[in-house]
């Protein structure tokens, strides 16, 4: 069955390093998205993203975070300058078509900013 | 702007019962995700339903779309069940994003 997978698993980096969260979707869907959950939250929306642009973003999205899929396999997630607060685990998902479709999740990346 | 809420929070069982977690919303919707997610972190898609009922193994899914509320039900639970389970449902309007709920976090005794 084709699954969402997502590279590293885990990533510690020091505040103010830039970090690249990778995400490879499965293969015919359109609709990719990043969702982030801080320990002992709910998980939340990040961003969404459409035929080669954010489609949507949340106020979390700032411009320290950028989405790109450089080829067409990849879905990247970038923050630029990384801060303690960003410590948390971060999921990509894929979906076939709009909110009707089912959405796929990755792993996840527990990313840790020391 | 829809508010997703889940109850219980927590909840022990012991091997073998039925369980029961209820869903609410606040806003009429098309579709609503029920998730799990294991102590490693992992998220599954359970079921995507936007009307009456699905059954997947010993998983069923409800929702009442007028009532706004879905229950996730486990039949003969067994201590591999043990997770969070999560329902997801978008907020509303032209969006594809999900609110999610606090979860559940489920642990079934031997």
């Known amino acids: 069955e084709p699954e969402v997978t997502q590279t590293p698993s885990h990533q510690v980096t020091q505040m103010g390093q830039e970090v690249i969260l990778r995400c490879v979707p499965i293969s015919n869907h359109l609709y990719f998205y990043w969702y982030r959950q801080i320990l002992g939250q709910k998980v939340e929306f990040l961003v969404s993203?459409?035929?080669?642009?954010?489609?949507?973003k949340s106020e979390i999205f700032d411009d320290q975070f950028s989405v790109e899929r450089p080829d067409g396999s990849n879905f990247t997630l970038k923050i630029r300058s990384t801060k303690l607060e960003d410590s948390a685990m971060y999921f990509c998902?894929?979906?076939?078509?709009?909110?009707?479709?089912?959405?796929?999740f990755g792993p996840g990346t527990r990313l840790t900013v020391t | 702007k829809n508010e997703v809420e889940q109850s219980p929070q927590n909840l022990t069982a012991q091997e073998g019962e039925f369980i029961t977690i209820n869903c609410s919303y606040s806003?009429?919707?098309?579709?609503l995700h029920w998730l799990q997610q294991h102590p490693g972190g992992g998220i599954v898609s359970l079921f995507m339903?936007?009307?009456g009922k699905k059954k997947h193994g010993r998983l069923i899914a409800t929702i009442n779309i007028q009532e706004k509320h879905s229950s996730l039900h486990i039949t003969a639970s067994h201590p591999r069940d043990s997770a969070v389970y999560i329902c997801a449902a978008p907020p509303g309007g032209a969006t594809n994003k999900l609110i999610f709920g606090t979860g559940t976090l489920l642990a079934v005794q031997p």
């Open positions: 806003v009429g919707i098309s579709a």
């Open positions: 339903l936007s009307s």
């Open positions: 998902a894929s979906s076939g078509g709009t909110w009707t479709y089912e959405q796929y």
């Open positions: 993203f459409y035929n080669n642009e954010i489609s949507e």
